[in-house]
């Protein structure tokens, strides 16, 4: 049984990549007791990344972004978590800006992150990696 604060997570652009790829990740997104979610900035962001991962890997282009298609996770517009955007900017300082909108939606939702992303570490909010989330869900 999975615990409560783990029913809905906010997912980094970074695990969705591996996920694509067959990473560990992937086994996470396999699990339907967890909905998934993230911000339509960390979809595009993906998508904008799709073709170079799948030459790195000398993996099917098109098997690539059917694998990210097929990847239960429910994107948001800013519009959903615009008002926690500020907050988000204040708590990552300069650390990295792409990550204040995901930040915003896991505040927003009061969720966790799911990410390999150190730059997470200050939130008030849970912050996961693949392993940790693994460990985890592998002892529920």
Known sequence: M???????????????LSAVIGKAALQIFLLPEINFITTDFNLLEVEEYL???????????????????????????????RNYLPQAAQL??????????????????????????????????SVYTTSKLLKILKND
């Open 92 to 125: 990552l300082g300069q650390r990295d800006p792409d990550d204040v909108h995901l930040a915003a939606l896991a505040l927003k939702e009061d969720i966790p992150i799911w990410s390999n992303d150190r730059d997470f570490e200050k939130l008030p909010v």
């Open 2 to 16: 999975i615990s409560e604060n783990l029913k809905k997570v906010a997912a980094d652009s970074n695990v969705i």
């Open 51 to 81: 073709p170079r991962l799948a030459s790195k890997y000398t993996l099917d282009e098109k098997l690539v972004q059917w694998q990210f298609k097929m990847l239960p996770i429910e994107g948001f517009s800013e519009k959903y978590y």
